[in-house]
C-alpha cells in the first residue's frame, strides 16, 4: 500500500467572491511530493487521517476522518495571512492495517523535507501518536544546527504513557521522543488534568524534567503566572513545536474527541497562550489532534480546530 495520498482539491471550496478573500482561494493542492522550491513565506499542510494509536491507547475510534473535516472549515474561513505568503496541501499519510510504526516514519520523512524545504509544516490528526512522528521529524531538522526545540503540549494528558506490548500508541508520544532524544527533550504541558493522570505519570514527568501546569492553574485569572512560565520556556529554547490535543478543552468547546471532559480549559486562555507563541517568533511547526467528528455536535470541535489554526498563521504570517 502507498502510504502518501495526494490531496483533493474538491475539499477546498466556499463561498463566490469577485475578489479572492477566503483560504480555499488561497491554498494550493501540491500532487506526489513535489515540494515547492519558491522562496518566501510558505506553509505545508500535512494530514495524517489516522487511529491506530487511539485503538490501542482504548480511546474511541473516529479520528481518521478529522483532516479532511478540518481542511473543509478552513476552507471556509476568511483569509487574513500576507498575501504572499503560499499555503500548500500536500495530502495525507495513511495506515497500512495496524502498522502505525510505518506510518510514523513516514511522517517524520515528510516533516523533515518540508522543514528544508522551507515551509512551516501544519499537521492535521489523526490521533496524538502523531506529535511523535512530527516531533521526531523536527529534532532531526534541528540536530545539525544546534538549535534547542522546546514542546508546547496543550491537553489534559502528560501523554508519558510507557509502550504498551513495546508498541507506541497515543498516550505515549513524548515519553517516546524522550527515549529517543534524551539530551533534546524540553517539554511543557498546559492544562493537565490530575483526574486524567495518575501518579505514576506525574512521577515520570518528574522524571524527564517535564514542566507543566495542572488545570487548577491554568485558568485567565492566574494569567501573569502562566505568561511568566510559558516566557520562561521560550526563553530557554531556539524553536517551538506547538501541538493542540483538542481533549484538553472542556467538552461543552469540544465534545468530538477520543476523550472528553468537562473540566478542560476554555478557547479564551488557549489563545493567549497561542498569542504569547507566536510573538516570540520561535515557532517552527504545530499540528492540531484528536478531533473526533463520530461525537461531534454541530461541528463544534471541528470549528474550533480550524480556529486554533487560523489564528496562529494569522499571527505567524500577517
Known amino acids: 500500500m502507498t502510504l502518501h495520498q495526494n490531496p483533493n482539491q474538491e475539499i477546498w471550496t466556499g463561498r463566490k467572491t469577485s475578489e479572492p478573500e477566503y483560504w480555499y482561494q488561497f491554498v494550493k493542492c501540491i500532487s506526489d511530493f513535489n515540494f515547492s522550491s519558491e522562496t518566501g513565506r510558505k506553509i505545508g499542510i500535512l494530514g495524517y487521517p ?5 485503538k490501542r491507547n482504548q480511546g ?5 476522518e478529522a483532516p479532511d473535516l478540518i481542511r473543509k472549515f ?8 500576507n498575501e504572499n505568503c503560499q499555503i500548500l496541501d500536500y495530502g495525507d499519510i495513511l495506515t497500512s492495517g495496524n502498522d502505525l510504526e510505518s506510518t510514523q516514519q ?6 523533515l523535507d518540508l522543514l528544508r524545504n522551507r515551509h512551516f509544516p501544519v499537521l492535521l490528526g489523526g490521533g496524538h501518536d502523531l506529535a511523535y512522528a512530527h516531533g521526531k521529524g523536527i529534532l532531526q531538522h534541528l540536530q545539525p544546527k544546534g538549535e534547542k526545540l522546546g514542546i508546547i503540549n ?3 494528558h502528560f501523554d508519558l504513557r510507557p509502550l504498551a506490548n513495546g508498541k507506541g500508541h497515543s498516550g505515549s508520544p513524548f515519553y517516546q521522543l524522550y527515549q529517543e532524544f534524551p539530551d533534546q527533550f524540553n517539554y511543557l504541558a498546559l492544562g493537565i488534568q490530575r483526574a486524567a493522570n495518575p501518579q505514576s505519570l ?3 514527568a518528574k522524571n524527564v524534567n517535564a514542566n507543566y501546569l495542572v488545570m487548577e492553574q491554568f485558568r ?8 511568566e512560565q510559558i516566557i520562561w520556556f521560550l526563553d530557554s529554547v531556539n524553536k517551538v513545536y506547538l501541538t493542540i490535543d483538542l481533549d484538553g478543552f472542556a467538552s461543552a468547546f469540544a465534545p468530538g474527541v477520543s476523550a472528553p471532559s468537562p473540566m478542560g480549559f476554555n478557547p479564551q486562555i488557549a489563545f493567549k497562550v497561542f498569542e504569547l507563541i507566536a510573538k516570540s517568533k520561535k515557532m517552527i511547526s504545530l499540528d492540531v489532534v484528536e478531533l473526533n467528528p463520530r461525537f461531534d455536535q454541530d461541528n463544534a470541535t471541528a470549528r474550533l480546530a480550524a480556529r486554533c489554526i487560523e489564528y496562529l498563521l494569522r499571527k505567524i504570517f500577517s
Open 60 to 64: 474511541r475510534p473516529g479520528a481518521k
Open 74 to 81: 478552513l476552507a471556509g474561513t476568511a483569509y487574513h495571512l
Open 202 to 204: 506525574f512521577n515520570t
Open 50 to 54: 489516522g487511529e491506530e494509536g487511539v
Open 220 to 227: 485567565l485569572q492566574n494569567w501573569e503566572y502562566i505568561e
Open 106 to 111: 513516514k511522517i517524520s520523512e515528510t516533516v
Open 154 to 156: 496543550l491537553d489534559a
